[in-house]
């Protein structure tokens, strides 16, 4: 689900106390690259949100406001796939991120990239508003937690921020979907029918329905995690997680 506000692989404490226990501290040059990573993410995502209300505020429109910031946001959202190889150092879930960062290139790459017809719907510009600050944010919240200087007001939005943000963004990223129905239908793009030499079958249409489909378990199981995270940070709750 693209919109998560999963904690995890942005890679966020140095050291913090976990069901009572402490996490290892990180090693220097894990620390240092970290730090460097996040800054560099912060920095991007703070360029593609300079330029998307620059370029709003020069047009008057959103009409060709994607295309104006597609590289940065191919590059930056691309690069995230170095969260993934993140876990090994942090210790947090590989699946879960790889899961948040593969469903966020498929966004960019499979669908508002590959399907032009699309990239002039609000929904389009809604997602990229919501991603972007949702990422300045965490990332920066990353940052300043690896420097142990974190201000309240960076974990203050960090954990107020996604109850608007995450479900908005869950909505951008299904209208636009939806949007893309019509298209992919057309034109069978990403299909392969029957007969072929591999005798194999697939319709990109139906594969984009399962996707949006796939939200409805998946969206209320990461934002109540997300708001059972927000009690602990913010409020001090003591949770238990109860095993499946």
């Known amino acids: 689900m693209a919109s998560s506000e999963e904690d995890g692989g942005g890679n966020g404490a140095v050291e913090e106390k976990e069901n009572g226990k402490k996490k290892k501290k990180l090693g220097a040059l894990a620390t240092t690259w970290l730090i460097f990573y996040n800054v560099a993410m912060t920095a991007g995502w703070l360029v593609l949100g300079i330029a998307m209300v620059r370029f709003y505020i020069q047009k008057g429109t959103h009409r060709g406001l994607f295309r104006s910031v597609q590289k940065t946001l191919k590059f930056f959202q691309t690069f995230a796939l170095l969260e993934v190889i993140h876990c090994a150092v942090v210790r947090t879930s590989v699946l879960v991120t790889g899961v948040q960062v593969s469903s966020r290139i498929f966004m960019v790459w499979f669908i ?126 003591v949770i238990v997680e109860k095993d499946d």
């Not at 893309?180 to 069978?188: D, E, I, N, R, S």
């Not at 299909?191 to 030499?197: G, I, T």
């Not at 949006?212 to 990461?222: A, C, D, E, I």
């Open 112 to 237: 508002a990239h590959s399907i032009k017809q699309i990239q002039n719907e609000e929904s389009v510009i809604l997602f990229l508003v919501v991603w972007t600050v949702t990422e300045i944010t965490r990332y920066s919240f990353y940052t300043f937690n690896l420097l142990n200087h974190l201000p309240y007001f960076i974990k203050w939005a960090r954990y107020n921020f996604f109850i608007v943000l995450y479900p908005a963004g869950v909505a951008g990223e299904l209208l636009t979907i939806y949007a893309a129905l019509p298209y992919v239908k057309k034109t069978g793009m990403f299909s392969l029918r029957l007969p072929n030499k591999y005798n194999v079958s697939f319709d990109y249409y139906y594969f984009l329905i399962i996707v949006m489909f796939s939200y409805v378990p998946l969206f209320p199981q990461l934002y109540f995690h997300m708001l059972r995270q927000r009690r602990r940070v913010l409020h001090g709750e």
